[in-house]
C-alpha cells in the first residue's frame, strides 16, 4: 500500500481551507461589529483562497501537464496567482463598482510569499531543482 505524502503546499491548502470554514462561520455570528474584527474577516478569506489556488496550480502542473514542479515553474505559478488576485480587484474596481482594495492584493502578497519560501527552506520533495 503506496503511503500518501503530504507536503507544505498541501498543509497550506488545507490550512487555507480551515481559515476559510471559520470565516464563513464567524461571519453568521455577528460576533462583534469592531472594525478590526470585521477587518481580519474580510482580509483572511485572501489568505485561504492563495494557498488554495497554489495547489490547484501545483494539482494541474503534475497531473494533468504530468511535469516535475521546478523552482522556476513554483515561482511563476506563485507570481501567476499574485497577477490574477491584482487582475481580479481591477475587474471588480472597473466594471462591477467595488473598489479596489490595497490590503487584499497586500495579504495575497503575503501569502503567497509565505507559500513560496518555506516549501523551499525546508526543502519539500515535491520541488526540483
Known sequence: MKK???GSIEFFACAGVIIWAI??????????????????????????AAWIST??????????????ITIKIY???CLSIFLFAVCSELIYDMFLG???DIYDILIT?????????VPIRIKDKSLSE
Open 23 to 48: 470565516v464563513l462561520f464567524l461571519r453568521t455570528k455577528n460576533i462583534s461589529n469592531s472594525d478590526f474584527y470585521l477587518f481580519v474577516i474580510g482580509m483572511l478569506p485572501n489568505l485561504a
Open 109 to 117: 502578497a503575503i501569502a503567497q510569499i509565505i507559500i513560496f519560501i
Open 55 to 68: 495547489l490547484f496550480g501545483k494539482w494541474i502542473i503534475v497531473f494533468l501537464m504530468k511535469r516535475s
Open 75 to 77: 515561482r511563476f505559478l
Open 98 to 100: 467595488s473598489s479596489f
Open 4 to 6: 500518501v505524502k503530504i
